[in-house]
């Protein structure tokens, strides 16, 4: 089952503007991770924030969390073609049980960075 | 350099065939993951596996088959069963979880595409 969902499912924008996706997701988490695919690669770690955190920072990037309404987003800021990417949120479902899994992703959102 | 190495990176397949997908890590990390995308969707678990001599079942083992023999070693077959097997297969690792923590961070190939002839 996937959690997460992201939206929107494309986004195409100027270089030097920022990029804003969200990721809803319906169960309790421990943490919400953030990653990266550039086509045909493998997934790259972006940022991971816990579910006692609001907001967090890594250089460029700026995730929000809220447990309440059960979404985050990420903000790419001043955005480069070097940004041109799928982006997936990933959840940790809290744990329940034997045979339960971990991190489930949705489907991502496929950002176009036009130079 | 740390990190998890999978192989082949493109594989054909004739129908009934059963293929074996290599994925090595030397990042001394408990927990290993398959799993399986498809064009313009997310990724879906296939098998997981959080300590050596013991795998899971994720979302879509149906037609695939894991064995964890060794640490640093996640191979994933893809059987005759699986009526569908093209597709895209990233192999992750990451620290194990406990029974009331959280994952962190998985760390992936770059993937090996399947591609049934």
């Known amino acids: 089952s996937q959690q997460g969902e992201e939206d929107p499912q494309a986004l195409s924008i100027q270089e030097g503007e920022n990029a804003t996706m969200n990721c809803s997701y319906k169960?309790?988490?421990?943490?919400l991770q953030w990653y990266r695919q550039n086509s045909g690669r493998g997934l790259v770690h972006l940022i991971l924030i816990r579910s006692n955190e609001r907001e967090k920072h890594s250089g460029r990037l700026r995730v929000t969390l809220d447990t309440s309404k059960k979404s985050s987003s990420l903000l790419i800021t001043a955005s480069r073609a070097a940004d041109t990417a799928s982006y997936f949120c990933?959840?940790?479902?809290?744990?329940?049980?034997?045979?339960?899994?971990?991190?489930?992703f949705g489907k991502g959102t496929k950002l176009s960075v036009i130079p | 350099d740390g990190g998890i190495t999978q192989s082949p990176k493109y594989l054909f397949r004739k129908e009934g065939q059963n293929v074996t997908l290599s994925c090595e890590q030397n990042l001394n990390h408990d927990a290993m993951y398959w799993y399986r995308q498809d064009p313009g969707q997310g990724l879906r678990l296939i098998y997981y596996s959080q300590i050596v001599n013991d795998f899971q079942k994720g979302d879509i083992a149906e037609g695939y088959s894991v064995s964890r023999e060794k640490k640093e070693s996640f191979p994933l077959t893809v059987t005759s069963a699986q009526k569908n097997p093209t597709a895209f297969y990233l192999c992750a690792s990451s620290l194990r979880r406990t029974s009331g923590g959280s994952t962190g961070e998985l760390f992936f190939g770059e993937g090996s595409r399947l591609t049934v002839l």
């Open positions: 169960t309790s988490i421990n943490n």
């Open positions: 990933a959840t940790d479902a809290v744990y329940s049980g034997a045979g339960s899994y971990q991190l489930t």
